[in-house]
């Protein structure tokens, strides 16, 4: 017997509205961590905001209701997921996988139920696991740089700077491989030679962030904020870059 296959209609799109929803809560997330920073900021001058106990309690937490709330939206997609394979009997798979392919040949919408399955797991362990150790990492992260700030009082503005400039990196490349790596398994299942490129170039840019590129600083509402390019590497992937490849996919 054949798998049951997910998308009789093009309209019907459990995996790619995961991902919108899911770049939609991480938006949220940044747009609103970005207020707090520039209100507590303000409370607490001078410090940075890696030491503000403030603003790390804040993100914590903030964090902690993006997480929930990813992990809702793949809940609801597995659902609609079942709720598909629900409508076909056993007995007409194989006839649905027929008018499936002749319908819409190709790509993201002739997947199959299992596929599409194993896809949104693989997207929901890297968004909803990879994100709780990512959030733990970090509260390590900021551990290690406010005893490195203790311990080396006297060390040079510019030595402490390029050491958190050096480091800040490692907090961001686990949960930016994991994305990567979702991308181009995803490019595997469909058999889409773009994502993986992506998915390439992606790693290519990271890895030169990583290693090469230094930290910049601006001034914004009269406060001074350093940028981490694996940082917006980062942050730019988890929304703009996940409702890209959902769009992307959307329209295969």
Known sequence: MGDIIVYISKKNHVLTDALIQTAAVNFAEALIMGIVRLILGKLIVGSPDMLNRDIAV????IAGIRIFLTFLVFVNAYGKLNRARSVVSKDDYLEMAKLQEEFNPGGVSTLSSYSTFQLLQIWAFVLVGMSLLQEMG???????????????????????????????????????????IAIFATGIFIKDRNLKVVALVLMGAFVLAFAVMQMNTITLAGRTMGIVWTS?????????????IALYLRSK
């Open 232 to 244: 917006v590497i980062f942050h730019a992937l988890q929304t703009v870059g996940l409702l890209s």
């Open 58 to 61: 804040s993100g914590n937490i």
């Open 138 to 180: 970090g509260a390590m992260y900021q551990r290690f740089i406010t005893m490195l700030s203790l311990s080396t009082l006297d060390m040079a503005s510019a030595d402490f700077i390029a050491i958190y400039n050096v480091t800040h990196g490692f907090k961001y490349m686990g949960m930016t491989m994991a994305i990567i």
